[in-house]
């Protein structure tokens, strides 16, 4: 079955980095976009940021475009997302998900998700 | 960037009853050529993940109830949950991929038993 586990996640400084992973397992994780999307507390959802499957195109938000990178090491099954210059807006439960459908840019809806990573940016 | 607008914020409907959410986009989600609207609904319950209910504005996802029903085309979009049931108490979210991979969410509405 699907898995997708985040880890990584904790308390950081204004200012500090962090980096969070997502496992994946049960499906061919080089054959699938994946992308992350965080929840600030008590709040919705935010689309963060966007791998193509081989890597080769990544996207991200706004609100961390400069900030936040996103990658993968398909031959780990891992999804990365590289945080720096952490504000504390970015406090927030972050999700990996995938992509429902394989190798079609295009069709971005995501049919499995992970429980997410909390990351707090406090001093 | 589209904007997702949804509607109300929460709502409260009684057992069995139907409960109606909207979903607004700042333009067409249609892409003409293949006549597919680039909408989903997401439902959350609490402490967990998000769950895809409905794809492409009306496909049901594999397992999922057939008392929800998306619909709508263009940029108004609704989901209906034609006989609640206690089980479907969470929020509910729309998201566009019309822009992908720059995507986006509705801020979601949440459904609770009157």
């Known amino acids: 079955q699907v898995q997708l586990v985040e ?5 950081v400084q204004p200012g500090g980095s962090l980096r969070l992973s997502c496992a994946a397992s049960g499906f061919i994780f080089s054959n699938y976009g994946m992308t992350w999307v965080r929840q600030a507390p008590g709040k919705g959802l935010e689309w963060v940021a966007f791998i193509r499957n081989d890597g080769s195109n990544k996207y991200h938000a706004n609100s961390v475009k400069g900030r936040f990178t996103i990658s993968r090491d398909n031959s780990k099954n891992t999804l990365y997302l590289q945080m720096n210059s952490l504000r504390a807006e970015d406090t927030a439960v972050y999700h990996c998900a995938k992509v429902a459908v394989e190798g079609v840019p295009g069709d971005d809806y995501f049919d499995y998700w992970g429980q997410g990573s909390l990351v707090t940016v406090s001093s | 960037d589209i904007v997702m607008t949804q509607s109300p914020d929460s709502l409260a409907v009684s057992l069995g009853e139907r409960a109606t959410i909207k979903c607004k986009s700042s333009q067409s989600v249609l892409y003409n050529s293949n006549k597919k609207n680039y909408l989903a609904w997401y439902q959350q ?4 993940p998000p769950k895809l ?19 709508g085309s263009g940029t108004d979009f609704t989901l209906t949950i034609s006989s ?6 969470a929020v509910y979210y729309c998201q566009q991929y019309y822009t992908t991979p720059s995507l986006s969410f509705g801020g979601g509405t949440k459904v609770e038993i009157k």
């Open chain 2, 84 to 89: 609640l049931q206690a089980e479907d108490v």
């Open chain 2, 45 to 48: 319950k609490p402490g967990q």
């Open chain 2, 53 to 71: 209910l409905i794809y492409w504005a009306s496909t049901r996802e594999s397992g999922v109830p057939d008392r929800f029903t998306g619909s």
């Open chain 1, 7 to 11: 880890s990584g996640g904790g308390v």
